[in-house]
C-alpha cells in the first residue's frame, strides 16, 4: 500500500481526501461520519454572522453528470457551533478547518469565538472582479486574531486566479482552494416550466464531474503560479483517478463535497481505495513521485502543442468487435476486418476520438511532437 499522508499548510492528515464545507459537514455528526467512512478531514460548514436561511429546494442531481444546488453557508449559527458543534466534530486527532467568510467585518467577530476549535481556516469571500482588496481584507482580519493557517477559497470567473494566487500567497494566504462552484446557472423542469432551484430568480451554481475540466485547469495554473503554499482541488472528484488527475495537475490534497452528497459518506473511502489501488498499480508509493507531473509534460511541449499522432494502435486480444470506433469516426478512416477495425492512414488525422470512445479501451495514440 502506498503512503497516502499529505501535509497541508502545516496540517497532516492520513490521506490527501478532505470533505468540503456543505450540506456533509453541516453539524458534528455528519463531520465524524465523514472520518469514520475514510475522508482525512473535514472543512465545517461555513459560518457568517448570521445563519443563512436556504431557499428550497436547493439540490437537484442531474444523473451523476453534473448537480446545482441553491446552497448558502450554514443555517446555524455561530453561538450554535460553538455551543454544541464544534466541540464534537472530531473522531480522534484529525485536523479540524473551520470555513467562514464573507467580509473582513464578520471575521473579525468570528475567529476570537471559534479559534479554540480550529486547527486552520477557510475563508470563502465569493468575489470575483478586478479589485482584490475586500478578498484580502478577510485574510487580513483573519490573520490578525489566529496564528493557525489561513486557505483562502477562490472562485471561477476572476479574471487573472494565478496572478490572484501570487498575491494572495505575498499577502500571507496559507494555501488556495479552487474552486467554489461555478455559475449562475439555470436548468428548467420541462413538466412544468419551473426551474429546479428555489432561488427568486431561479438561478444556481454547478458542481459535479462536469466541473471537473474546469477546476483542472484552475489548479494547474494556480500550482504554476505559487512558490510555497499548497493547492487544495475541489470540484469534480467522484472517482479515485479524478483525485490523481488533481494532483498530476499540482494539488496537494482535495476536497469532495458533491459526491458525498449524491452517494452518501461510503464515498469518500471508496475514493481513496480507488486512488491508493491506482497507485499501487502503477507503482507509484507517495504523491510526491507524479505530484505537478502534467506541468512538467507540458513543459516539454514548450508551449508549441502536438502537431502530429500516428493511427491508433489495437490491443486485439481486448477487442469484442463492437465496431463503434467505425460508426462514431468523423474521417471515415476505421473499416472493420473479421471483428477487428482496420485503420486507413490516409485518412486517419490522429483526432483520438476512438480511443475515448472504445469501451474496453484497447485503442490507444502514440503522440509525436513534430
Request: charged share 25%; proline share 5%; net charge neutral.
Amino acid at each position: 500500500m502506498a503512503n497516502l499522508k499529505v501535509n497541508f499548510g502545516g496540517l497532516l492528515f492520513d490521506n490527501p481526501l478532505i470533505v468540503g464545507a456543505g450540506p456533509t459537514t453541516k453539524d458534528a455528526k455528519t463531520c465524524r461520519e465523514a472520518v469514520e467512512h475514510g475522508a482525512a478531514g473535514v472543512i465545517a460548514k461555513t459560518v457568517s454572522a448570521v445563519a443563512a436561511k436556504v431557499p428550497r429546494p436547493n439540490m437537484h442531481d442531474f444523473g451523476g453528470k453534473y448537480f446545482l444546488n441553491t446552497e448558502t453557508w450554514s443555517e446555524k449559527s455561530v453561538e450554535e457551533w460553538v455551543d454544541h458543534e464544534y466541540a464534537d466534530c472530531k473522531v480522534g486527532n484529525e485536523p479540524l478547518i473551520i470555513g467562514m467568510g464573507y467580509v473582513a467585518e464578520d471575521i473579525e467577530k468570528i475567529v476570537p469565538l471559534v479559534d479554540k476549535f480550529a486547527d486552520g481556516y477557510e475563508i470563502s469571500a465569493h468575489y470575483v472582479g478586478r479589485d482584490l482588496s475586500p478578498m484580502l481584507a478577510t485574510l487580513a482580519a483573519a490573520k490578525k486574531h489566529t496564528k493557525k493557517p489561513v486557505f483562502m477559497k477562490i472562485s471561477p470567473g476572476i479574471p487573472d486566479l494565478a496572478e490572484v494566487a501570487r498575491v494572495l500567497e505575498e499577502a500571507g494566504a496559507d494555501g488556495i482552494v479552487a474552486l467554489n462552484s461555478f455559475g449562475p446557472c439555470l436548468s428548467i423542469d420541462i413538466e412544468t416550466g419551473m426551474p429546479h432551484m428555489g432561488s427568486g430568480n431561479g438561478y444556481g451554481w454547478m458542481s459535479g464531474p462536469a466541473f471537473k475540466p474546469i477546476v483542472l485547469r484552475h489548479v494547474l495554473e494556480l500550482a504554476k503560479a505559487v512558490k510555497k503554499i499548497p493547492i487544495f482541488a475541489v470540484g469534480g472528484i467522484s472517482t479515485g483517478k479524478d483525485l490523481i488527475e488533481m494532483i498530476m495537475a499540482g494539488a496537494t490534497a482535495v476536497q469532495v463535497c458533491t459526491q458525498g452528497i449524491i452517494e452518501g459518506p461510503k464515498a469518500y473511502g471508496r475514493i481513496v481505495k480507488e486512488a491508493n489501488d491506482w497507485m499501487d498499480a502503477h507503482g507509484y508509493t507517495c504523491f510526491e513521485e507524479f505530484r505537478g507531473l502534467t506541468i512538467k509534460q507540458l513543459e516539454k511541449r514548450n508551449g508549441q502543442g502536438l502537431m502530429e499522432t500516428e493511427t491508433p494502435i489495437l490491443e486485439s486480444k481486448n477487442c469484442i468487435g463492437c465496431s463503434i470506433c467505425e460508426k462514431l469516426c468523423p474521417h471515415q478512416a476505421i473499416t472493420m476486418n473479421e471483428k477487428l477495425p482496420k485503420f486507413n492512414k490516409e485518412k486517419c488525422t490522429g483526432c483520438g476520438l476512438c480511443t475515448s470512445r472504445c469501451p474496453k479501451a484497447c485503442l490507444s495514440m502514440i503522440q509525436l511532437k513534430k
